[in-house]
């Protein structure tokens, strides 16, 4: 290779790293953006009116005026909002929420909901000073220092997924478990591990009515909004949310199916966990998990959805896990060898990796 043409490959990388930069800054200013519109209720104001002035969406919402002119620019020129009438006063400029926007930003339901990326990414920032701090000694950050912005944002990211696919998609893909959920007389009991908010508990409830359901994790906050949930979805009678170790020996040998979903690569034990898994299992039983679609095999430069993980990773995943001893500190990519290498290590015979079609999540299924 000629020096000339090596001095334009390498100002080509230059630029295009430039570029990558500069992209990547407006993404972020846009995210933050959108976290606001979201904390505050401006597109849910917006998506219950025709149109809005920076006026009448101040006083609907109760911002400043000024505030409020600011981010319907900036929401217009990112392409969020719609222009519906301009005579060149910034204080009469009327703006519309599209229809297809407000599904993205306000419809809870919805799988292509995604605003609640924005306080993700918020709680990352937030948390960058002690993030600091580990990459310096080796330690972690726990958990609740990611406060509420990510724990909610999480359930509200999931969400969506588990009232609409799980019962649909990812248990039909076990269909022995599918047929003992469906029976009735003795009903089915199941335990979701890493439960979060409940939202998976609460779905699978809702589709199998002769299931219990019982939901377990080691964060307290967590526990709670998980409780909250099921009373207001009128499921609390047959759901039953505890903050508490999955190796109590009271749960050994009782369910039919235990479930995890995206929390096995956040655990500092996998394989103790997997194994508590396994020894709560009544004869027959399996245990799901769900958990990121990490490529095969490291590969650089990667896809989007791996920087996406690893860009979570170094943030969150690992940090959390490392505030415990002996931590195996897997990170987010957790790639299907090592859940192999785990359900091995914790006493599973069968690893299956399910055909299920989703764009984020990897599924398997582990049998004793």
Known sequence: MSTDTTATTGTSRRD????????????????????????????????GTPDATPNELANTTGIAERYAR????????????????????PSTRRYRL???????????????????????????????????EAFRTGSGVPYAEYGEDLRNGIARLNRPMFLHQLATQWIPALPDIQERLQASDPPARV????????????????????????????DEASIVQARRNAEHAQLGDRIHFDCRDASDP???GRYDLVMLFETLHDMANPVAVLRAAGAMLAPGGAVLIGDEKAAETFT?????????????????CLPA????????????????????????????????????????????????
């Open 70 to 89: 600011e981010w319907l620019e900036q929401q217009a020129v990112s392409g969020l909002l719609d222009v519906v009438h301009d005579e060149g006063d």
């Open 321 to 368: 896990a490392l505030t415990e001893p002996d931590s195996v500190a897997t990170g987010t990519v957790i790639r299907p060898d090592t859940v192999r290498r785990f359900a091995q290590q914790g006493g599973f015979r069968a690893v299956t990796v399910l055909s299920i079609e989703h764009d984020f999540w990897r599924f398997y299924r582990l049998d004793p």
């Open 16 to 47: 295009a790293v430039v570029e990558q930069l500069f992209l990547g800054a407006i993404g972020a200013l846009e995210t933050l953006h959108v976290y606001i519109g979201d904390r505050l209720g401006l597109y849910a104001a917006l998506a």
């Open 191 to 218: 335990a979701e591990l890493g439960c979060g908010s409940g939202w998976a508990s609460i779905a699978l409830a809702r589709a199998y009515p002769a299931a219990r359901v019982d939901g377990i994790d080691l």
């Open 98 to 132: 599209p229809t297809e926007v407000a599904e993205v930003m306000t419809d809870a339901d919805s799988l292509n909901y995604l605003a609640p990326l924005a306080p993700l990414v918020a709680s990352l920032g937030q948390t960058v000073p002690a993030v600091l």
């Open 250 to 252: 009271a749960l050994a």
């Open 300 to 316: 650089a430069p990667g896809d989007e959805l791996e920087r996406f993980t690893y860009g979570f990773s170094a943030l969150h």
